[in-house]
């Protein structure tokens, strides 16, 4: 169906998570407020979240500091591996290293992993067809499902999900416009951040 308005979707990774999981650290909370502050004045019509308390309180915290908006939960924008490669795919000199990786996904992971990816780039790619008004929305969600859709996005191979990280509360931004290809307009941006809230989650030598 022939787009019939521009779909801006904006992309965060939930904020610094405990290291139980269960919410989010000092740190995190107030990287997910400052993403919201960022976010003032866009004109989002929705935002999503996935099901794990990180991403839940990460976009109630963006909301708090929005107006009119309920964040709804997915199962779509949830944590999950999308795609797990063959050999054959993988470049021969990290081949090893990403399977060795992947070899920790579980056998229901691998199930439902890929059906969800696939939901999700119907859900939130491609320009809009059902208005004539430029649509906003916003997916707080995790590392995996960023990567996939920036991966999407570049038309690059499935596995390149792999390798391609993003921040605690950094910010990407796909514009996919009627007629033409999808354009990442922002990648894993960490401005409105002060210096001691970046790079959360990331090894000191992947610092730039």
Not at 92 to 104: I, V
Not at 133 to 143: F, G, I, P, S
Not at 157 to 171: E, V
């Amino acid at each position: 169906m022939t787009g019939t308005a521009t779909r801006y979707l904006y992309l965060a990774r939930h904020g610094e998570a405990a290291p139980d999981e269960s919410g989010l650290t000092p740190a995190g909370r107030r990287q997910a407020a400052l993403l919201g502050q960022r976010l003032r004045g866009i004109p989002l019509t929705a935002v999503h979240h996935g099901p794990l308390p990180r991403a839940e309180q990460t976009a109630r915290l963006i909301a708090d500091e929005l107006e009119g908006i309920t964040p709804r939960v997915s199962e779509v924008a949830g944590d999950y591996v999308p795609h797990i490669p063959e050999r054959a795919e993988l470049p021969a000199e990290s081949a090893d290293l990403y399977l060795r990786f992947l070899a920790g996904a579980g056998e229901e992971e691998r199930r439902r992993g890929p059906g969800l990816a696939r939901q999700a780039l119907r859900r939130y790619t491609g320009a809009v067809t059902d208005g004539a008004q430029d649509r906003h929305e916003l997916v707080v969600t995790h590392n995996f499902l960023v990567a996939w859709l920036v991966r999407d996005a570049m038309h690059a191979p499935k596995w390149r999900w792999l390798g391609l990280n993003h921040c605690n509360a950094a910010l990407t931004v796909i514009r996919y416009a009627p007629g033409r290809a999808a354009s990442v307009l922002l990648s894993n941006d960490m401005r409105h951040l002060p210096t001691e809230l970046r790079w959360t989650g990331f090894p000191a030598e992947m610092h730039v």
